[in-house]
């Protein structure tokens, strides 16, 4: 298995929801990593685990709370997000402690109403 | 934060053309990375370097890791239909935590 799986693959969600987005993975990677893109730009890092520990935020607002249940699963948790948050959310993995590149997700495309 | 100098910003391809695209850097970067992104999907991984000077060829596809280690060019030869989408250059260093550091990308679009 040489995929990353992401679920939903759309969500449209209230200001006032509570929602989460589902990463998993197979191929044995120990680190694993949330992206947030926009349109027309590249994607940019939020959080990073590294064997199941968060490693990096990259200053994400708190309505935004990642969590990493166990080697093969990532999730993001989502709360009282803002219209502006809309994007379309990555999520990839690679091996730790080498350069080898990221297997991406096809990503949740969010929609904030 | 950090970005890559990617250029062109977009270009128009006729089928059966080659074309080019390139990444700088004022920093050095471990490994390089070349990603393709079609429309609601996430990045796939054309072409990754790990030496400098390396040259590396994937199918129609060829990308080299500049010598100086801060810059590296794709090219891709007989262009076709399927070719359009994002391409996306991204660097790596060990120092930085294997984090990537991506270009702005090059839009590939069709000639009318």
């Known amino acids: 298995d040489t995929e990353v799986t992401q679920t939903p693959k759309h969500l449209v969600m209230g200001m006032t929801n509570k929602k989460s987005l589902k990463c998993e993975q197979h191929?044995?990677?120990?680190?694993m990593y949330w992206y947030k893109q926009k349109a027309k730009k590249p994607p940019e890092l939020m959080f990073v685990y590294s064997y199941e520990k968060l490693s990096i935020n990259e200053s994400v607002p708190s309505r935004f709370s990642p969590e990493c249940p166990n080697s093969s699963l990532l999730n993001l948790h989502l709360h009282a997000l803002q219209p502006e948050d809309s994007a379309l959310y990555l999520c990839?993995?690679?091996?730790?402690?080498?350069?080898?590149?990221?297997?991406f997700g096809s990503g949740t495309r969010l929609t904030v109403v | 934060g950090q970005q890559l100098n990617q250029s062109p910003q977009s270009m128009f391809i006729q089928e059966g053309e080659d074309v080019s695209m390139n990444c700088t850097s004022s920093s050095i970067f471990n490994t390089w990375l070349w990603y393709k992104q079609d429309p609601g999907e996430g990045p796939v991984l054309l072409i990754a370097?790990?030496?400098?000077?390396e040259l590396t060829s994937n199918g129609r596809l060829t990308a080299q890791f500049g010598i100086t280690r801060k810059d590296s060019f794709l090219n891709i030869s007989a262009s076709i239909p399927s070719d359009v989408g994002i391409y996306f250059c991204?660097?790596?260093?060990?120092?930085?935590?294997?984090?990537?550091?991506f270009g702005g990308g090059t839009r590939v679009l069709v000639k009318p």
């Open positions: 991204a660097g790596q260093r060990r120092a930085a935590g294997n984090k990537l550091t």
């Open positions: 370097l790990y030496k400098a000077g």
């Open positions: 191929m044995g990677h120990r680190a």
């Open positions: 990839a993995s690679s091996q730790t402690g080498a350069d080898y590149g990221y297997t």
